[in-house]
Structures are given as C-alpha cells and as structure tokens.
C-alpha cells in the first residue's frame, strides 16, 4: 500500500527537495504540491493523501489554520508540519491544532521518510524527546483535559510510555501484556482524552502535569 | 583658585573704594547710596546665566586631572546644553563664591609667605626690620626654608578641596541627573530595539538560506543515480540561495558595524522586498481562501525595500485577520500612493467573534514595525460595525 503524500510550502526549494526525498522512498509517493494553505481544502478533497506535510507560515491562510480546518473533515489525513526552527510557538500551537508531529527542514532524508510512514501508521509519537521541548517551553497550562478523564492506574502507565515514544509492542514488552491489550488501552486513553491521536494525547498529558515535560517521562 | 583670586580683584576694589569715602568722611549717607548698589550688582553676579556654564567649563579644564579618576567627567559635570534652573544658578553662585574665598586664602598664602619666607632666608647676612641678624639670626633661614613648602602647599591642598567640591556644586542636580538618565535608557532602547530587528533579519534570512540548502543538497545526494537532472538544479539552487545569504549576512554585519545610528535606523539592512507579483499572489490567496474581497491598489514598484516589505506583511495581517474574523459581506482593500507616502485600508464587516479593545500580538508587531519606519497604524472598529486597518508609511520620496 503506498502512503500518499502532499507538500504544501510557500517555498518552491523546499517543495522539490521534500518531492525528490519523498519520491525516491518505495511505498511513499508525492499526490500533490500547494504554494498556500488556502488550496489545502480542496486538494486534499481530490486528491485524498494520507499525509500532508505542512508548512506553517504562507502568505494568505498559514498551517496552523489550515490545518485545524483540515481536521474538520470526516475522514483527515494525518499532518506534519514542517518548520525551520524547533523552538517555536507556532509548531506547538499546530500541534494543540491537531498536527501529528513535526518535522524540521533540515532532517535528514532518511529521518523525513522514516517520519512520514511513522505518522501513516500512528504507531508511535514522533520526535518524543522534541514534543516534550516544546511542550515545556509553550505550555499555557490551562489544557486539563485529563482532570475529568477517569484513566485506570493501568491507562495512566500506557500513556506515559506513549509518551516516551514507545511503540505498542514496545509498550506490551515493558508492562508484560499482549499487543492488542495495549492498543485496546491506547485506543481507551484517546477516548477518554477527546484526542484524535498519540500526539494529541501526550500533549495533553503533558499540559495537565499528568507527565512533568521538565522530566524525562517514566 | 586663580579665577577666584582674578574675581576677587574687582570686589576687592569696590571694598577699598567704599573704605575710602567712609574714611574721607563723606557721610554714612552717601556710603549707603555707593554700597547698596555696588553690593547688588556684585551679587547679582553671581546668579547671572552663564555663570554656571562658565565656572563649569573652567572647572573642567582646570580641574579635571585632579577630580575622581573613576568617575567620567560628563557624568559629574553637566553639558554645556543643560539648561541650569534655580537650584543649579544658586550652586554656581556658591561655588564662585567659594572660589573667591579659595582665591583670597591662596593669594594672602603666595604673597604674605613668600616674602615672609625670603625676608628669613635673608636676615642674617641683611637687617631687616622685626628680625634678628648676624649670629642672633642663625635659626631664620631654616625657618624660610620650611615655610616655602607652605606657599606651595596651600594653593596645592586649597585646589585638590576645590576639585572634590566641584561635582557636588556644579555637577548636574536631581532633575538633570534624571532628564539624563531617561534619554541614555531611551537611546539604548533604540538602540536594542535596531539590534533586535537586525537579528530577526539574520534569522530570518540565514535560517531560510540554511534550511534550504540542507534540504536540497540531501535530496540531491539521494536522487544522485537517479535524477542527474534534478542534482544540477539543485547544485545551481544552493549555490544561488548560498550567495544570496551571504550578500544578505555582508549588509547586515556591515549595519552592525557601523554602530548605532545605523542600527536604530529601520530604513536600513533588508533583504530584497517583495514585488507587485508578490502583493497580487497575496490578493488572489485570499480570494481563493474564499475572501469576498474588492481591491485598489495602485503600483508599488519601486518603492524602498523596507516600505515594500512591511507592505506585505500588513496586506497579509490584513487579509488573514479579515479570513478569521469577518462578517458576512465584501472585504475592502486601498493601498493609494502619494510623492512621498502610501497608505494601506482594509476594512472588513466586524465579525461577532471580535471584541473590541482586543489586538493580537501580530498587529501589535505590525504597530512596532510601522513605527519604526516613522509611519501610523491603527487597527479597531469603527463606528459603522467594520472593522477597519489603516497604516500611512513615509516613503522618502527615494528607494533604498
């Protein structure tokens, strides 16, 4: 199955650069390219990607707009935003949108495929160590989504390996269950969230002190 | 001292004149009559402008090199520009003064003692009159020699008193000391902010550089067999986008270097602006965004880069805040140039979700920016239920 891609950037650069990486990766293929946010709604409605690679300052509608709009949709592809520098507010305002992850510019080629199939899948947070950067330096502190959440004992140490970075299997390992017993704890943790995925999860985690972001999660 | 001495002499004149018509008995009447005047005019003086500036800047020169090494002179003796007020005339008056007493010890030291002094050295080969002579005289020259170190001493010990006291009277009062402390925290101010923006520049434009050469020198290497093609463009992209970043880094070091006018100058040290094409792409996104939007906007080429950028930003403010926040109807936009101005107006319905009083960080920016290019700006409601910006850029009449 291969994982459609659209690269939505102001920057023609950064447009054919991420189009070669992206291209030249088996089982990943670039569906579309967009200069604003404001063509976002439409492509993705034509050209059903599965992942947007999102920029996050455009001229007329930015990313983070874009990409709250996109998540209105029924069926969403998943968003990654791309930006320059790590430490900036606006990646973590795109994220509170509702962005998967983010990926720096300047990655490496191997690291932007790799990221790309690791938001196609959702199988684990992307960049653990970065989100956690992030949501320490932007975090409002007003998101206590987690308060009324009721997680059991047992959701709790999920979500805090999750956000760690860990994978399912990886998580089965470290607390002796099977697979599908984490996804069924994962899948009762976004619920009981109101988060679409990983990242919105530990987002959250992290904003209601459930996971000090000034720590390394454990 | 010396100036003291100097000032003295008139007064003292005046004292020996008024000492001489009492004395040749012309009456305590007529003593008055000269006095009063004379006793007036000598005070008055003293309070005279210019008075501080001069004893000032004669303070300056004479006595610096004694006064405290560690303090500059400009931070304990004003400028010659402050303007003195009461309490700086009426602490000039007391150090002249001062001075004048200063003035008279040290005269009466280096006229009395010398003499004294010589008059000692000479006595016992010389009578004189009150003094010993001959073999009687033995001790007079030991005596002359000792008080000779006093006549230097006096004027040297009265001067380094007179050093000290100098910043106390004539150095800038409270009033001045702040008036000048707000103008240095307001030059820094400038000055931080200039270097602020010059950093946000290199940021901007370098980052940008960086990232993109990065990219495509890592696609480049991955299509390497496959897309030989795509490795010449890219070559030829990052050898451009790579002197264009270093022109940029040249422009702004060199804004740097040249200090501070040219750093607190906003005029200065931008990369190439955004053109005519640039302004329609914004229009025509924000009609595609689905902008209900009428727009009149007259040519902008060749207007200076720094007006053009800012342009730019406020037309995309603009437009993305009327996408957010508008009401149902048509969005307005005017940008009409004049010989040496142009002038922004967006106007959009306002949206029930805006509520007044409130300005996000981004038209909080733009006010910053707008300033510093000497312009106004302003963003609110109006009266008519639109929302409304308008900004007014001073354009020199030139291009950068």
Known sequence: MTTGVLLVDDEELVRTGL?????????????????????????????????VLMDVRMPAVDGITATRELLRRPDPPRVLVLTTFGHDRHVYDALRAGATGFLLKRTPPRDIVRAVHTVATGESLLFPAAVRELVAGFATGDGDRLAGAGLTAREGDVLRLVARGLSNAEVAAELHLGVETVKTHVAAVLAKTGSRDRTQAVVAAYESGFVDPRFPAG | MLLGAVVLLPYAGLAWLLSEVVRSGAGAAAATLLAVPAVLVGAGVLVLPGVRELATAAARTLLDPVSEPAEPPAATLPGPAAAPGAEGRLRAACWLLFCVACGTVAAAAVLLVIPQAAGLLLAPWEPLPGLPTGAAAWWTPLAGLALLPVAAAVPVLLGGVQARIAPRLLGPT??????????????????????????????????????????????????????PAFVRRALEAIEHTGRAALDDLDHVLGLLRDGDTAAGDPTAGDAPAPGPAALDALLTGARTAGLELSAEVDSVAGLPATVSRELHRLVQEGLTNALRHSG?????????????????????????????????????????????????????????????????????????
């Open chain 1, 19 to 51: 189009r070669a990486v992206i291209g030249a990766e088996p089982g990943l293929e670039v569906v579309g390219e967009a200069v604003d946010g404001a063509e976002v709604p439409g492509l993705v409605g034509r050209l059903r990607p599965d992942v």
């Open chain 2, 174 to 227: 409270a009033a001045e000391r702040l008036a000048a402390e707000l103008e240095r925290s307001r030059r820094c101010a400038d000055r931080q902010a200039g270097q602020a923006r010059l950093a946000r520049e290199l940021h901007d434009s370098v980052g940008h550089a960086l990232t993109v050469t990065t990219l495509q020198a890592g696609a480049a290497a991955t299509v390497l067999e496959s897309d």
């Open chain 2, 328 to 400: 149902p109807g048509p969005s307005t936009l005017r940008l009409g140039r004049t010989g040496d101005a142009v002038q922004l107006r967006i106007a959009n319905p306002a949206g029930v979700r805006r509520r007044r009083g409130r300005t996000g960080s981004g038209l909080a920016g733009a006010a910053e920016r707008v300033a510093l290019l000497g312009g106004t700006f302003g963003a609110g409601p109006d009266d008519d239920g639109w929302w409304v910006l308008h900004a007014h850029l001073p354009t020199g009449g030139g291009g950068t």
